[in-house]
């Protein structure tokens, strides 16, 4: 069994900034890819930054700049460092990871809810 945790979200100014954390658990092997994507009221799920087990990132065009991923793979947790927030941020955001528990495959975590008020 493999559980995402994650934690962090809230409600925030326009210009301020949060941290979302995501833990994985279980019985773990290994985890590739680690990421994070976010669901706006009747739009599609979106990628927002990834992060590979090295440390390659990559981000949406949309939050270059102002978000930043990292992870512990230690800890085999993920974070997003969420800076100069605008009300267009404002979503859930789901962790997402490539764990190799039996068999490799995505498990997701339940999201959290981040609200930028402007």
């Known amino acids: 069994q493999v559980q995402l945790v994650e934690s962090g979200g809230g409600l925030v100014q326009a210009g301020g900034s949060l941290r979302l954390s995501c833990a994985a658990s279980?019985?773990?092997?290994?985890?590739?890819?680690m990421g994070w994507y976010r669901q706006a009221p009747g739009k599609q799920r979106e990628l927002v930054a990834a992060?590979?087990?090295?440390?390659?990132?990559n981000y949406a065009d949309s939050v270059k700049g102002r978000f930043t991923i990292s992870r512990d793979n230690a800890e085999n947790t993920v974070y997003l460092q969420l800076n100069s927030l605008k009300p267009e941020d404002t979503a859930v955001y789901y962790c997402?990871?490539?764990?190799?528990?039996?068999?490799?495959?995505?498990?997701w975590g339940q999201g959290t809810q981040v609200t930028v008020s402007s």
């Open positions: 997402n990871a490539e764990i190799r528990h039996i068999v490799i495959a995505n498990y």
């Open positions: 279980g019985s773990i092997r290994s985890i590739n890819a």
């Open positions: 992060i590979t087990s090295g440390g390659t990132t």
